[in-house]
């Protein structure tokens, strides 16, 4: 049950170590390694240029009830800006309240606040069925014109090489 008291707020600094446990849990759950820490968060968020936002959602000082990760993204095709999310977690406890959806939605309004964003971009994994059907639900439809591709560090540092 939704408690009166849950609040979704823009992680700080001081909430490192509580992302990163939810981070932990959602690799967990989708058989993910989760090399990630408290530090390296606090580097890619928290730094020079950061490059995600999160929110989290607590009933209180000591629940973590869920947690979004997400960054600009801009298409020219659409001439807009967007957000797209690479992290969203809800505790078992919390699924069916229909927090997932509120967690879209404040990062949706923040973002649009921050920098116009007008769409919302994810990836679902495809042994996902119950995110895949939750995603459904709330309206996202896949793109049949995009391919998800990806160069894994060994690449990157490769191509970064070539000029």
Known sequence: ??????????????DLALLNTALAALSAELNDPHPATPEFLEQAGFGPVPTFYALIAQSGADTLDGAIMFSPVTSTSMASTGTFVSDL????TMRGTGLGRRLLAAAADWSA???GAGYLKLSVYDQSVQSRKFYD????????????MFLDKSGFKTLKGCK
């Open 113 to 115: 606040m921050r920098w």
């Open 89 to 92: 977690w809800v505790a078992q």
């Open 137 to 148: 639900r709330l309206g996202f439809v896949p793109k049949d014109t995009e391919t998800t």
């Open 1 to 14: 049950m939704l408690s009166t008291l849950q609040t979704i707020r823009l992680a700080e600094r001081s």
